[in-house]
């Protein structure tokens, strides 16, 4: 398979979103209001863990691009749980994309103790042989919620996917913490973006 030719169009993909969900960022500081959006990172997903998931679903080669729908991954970190239904709000106001499916493991969390929401988009992009839809996932989360998954991720990684017990409860503890620091930090938000505007204008 020429994977340079597979992945291109998500290569494009993932570098047009981050512009535009960095433009949101810059808008909102434009007009000195708090930005509900702290940071975004994007990635396309590396050849062997699209193939190790392929296989792990069974999922055949000619099939790939229509089930593996986080080829093109966005992820939007914002401060507050709040901000996170705002850049929903945003997204769906939008209409250079669509969005085929949303998932809100921040209402519902994983048993894992995953906390986030998703998008799946379906994105146009433009290439030299015309138009492409292109699947993407966007995963918004808190700054918590992140810490804790990268760090859930690389646990994940070292074990190959088979957490000790222990670790696991300790992980379920440590994502109830962090979502306890969201919520402590959702109370006195007001306080927070007081300090941060002040700051801002020295
Ligand atoms: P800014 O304006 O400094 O935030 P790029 O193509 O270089 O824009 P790339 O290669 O995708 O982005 O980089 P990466 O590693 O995905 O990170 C994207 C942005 O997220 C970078 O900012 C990082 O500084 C920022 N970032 C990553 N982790 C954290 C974090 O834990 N906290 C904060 N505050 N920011 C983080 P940029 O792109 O340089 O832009
Ligand atoms: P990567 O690139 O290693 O992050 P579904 O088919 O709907 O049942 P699917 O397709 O796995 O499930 O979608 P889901 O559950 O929405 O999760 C997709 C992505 O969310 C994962 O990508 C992770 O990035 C993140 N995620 C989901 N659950 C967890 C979790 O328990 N811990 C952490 N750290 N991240 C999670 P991948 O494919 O695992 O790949």
Same mark, same amino acid.
């Given at each position: 398979?020429?994977?340079? #030719?597979?992945?291109?169009?998500?290569? +494009?993909?993932?570098?047009?979103?981050?512009?535009?969900?960095?433009?949101?960022?810059?808008?909102?500081?434009?007009?000195?209001?708090?930005?509900?959006?702290?940071?975004?990172? #994007? /990635?396309?997903?590396? %050849?062997?863990?699209?193939?190790?998931?392929?296989?792990?679903?069974?999922?055949?080669?000619?099939?790939?691009?229509?089930?593996?729908?986080?080829?093109?991954? %966005?992820?939007? %970190?914002?401060?507050?749980?709040?901000?996170? !239904?705002?850049?929903?709000?945003?997204?769906?106001?939008?209409?250079?994309?669509?969005?085929?499916?949303?998932?809100? !493991?921040?209402?519902?969390?994983?048993?894992?103790? !995953?906390?986030?929401?998703?998008?799946?988009?379906?994105?146009?992009?433009?290439?030299?042989?015309? /138009?492409?839809? %292109?699947?993407?996932?966007?995963?918004?989360?808190?700054?918590?919620?992140?810490?804790?998954?990268?760090?859930?991720?690389?646990?994940? !990684?070292?074990?190959?996917?088979?957490?000790? #017990?222990?670790?696991?409860?300790?992980?379920?503890?440590?994502?109830?913490?962090?979502?306890?620091?969201?919520?402590?930090?959702?109370?006195?938000?007001?306080?927070?973006?007081?300090? +941060?505007?002040?700051?801002?204008?020295?």
């Amino acid at each position: 398979m020429n994977w340079e #030719a597979i992945l291109a169009p998500y290569k +494009q993909v993932i570098e047009e979103l981050k512009v535009k969900l960095k433009g949101m960022r810059s808008q909102f500081e434009f007009e000195s209001s708090h930005s509900p959006i702290e940071f975004v990172t #994007a /990635r396309v997903k590396p %050849v062997h863990s699209i193939i190790e998931k392929a296989e792990i679903r069974n999922i055949s080669m000619d099939n790939i691009e229509r089930e593996i729908q986080d080829i093109a991954g %966005v992820r939007v %970190v914002c401060q507050f749980v709040d901000d996170i !239904y705002t850049i929903v709000g945003l997204l769906h106001d939008r209409n250079d994309f669509t969005i085929i499916e949303e998932k809100d !493991y921040i209402a519902k969390k994983k048993t894992s103790g !995953y906390r986030s929401y998703h998008m799946i988009i379906e994105y146009p992009v433009e290439t030299i042989h015309g /138009r492409k839809m %292109v699947l993407a996932e966007i995963q918004i989360r808190t700054l918590a919620m992140n810490f804790w998954a990268t760090n859930e991720h690389s646990l994940k !990684y070292k074990y190959e996917g088979n957490l000790p #017990a222990e670790v696991q409860s300790r992980l379920k503890r440590a994502a109830e913490a962090a979502f306890k620091l969201d919520e402590e930090m959702s109370k006195i938000r007001s306080e927070i973006q007081e300090a +941060q505007r002040i700051f801002h204008r020295k």
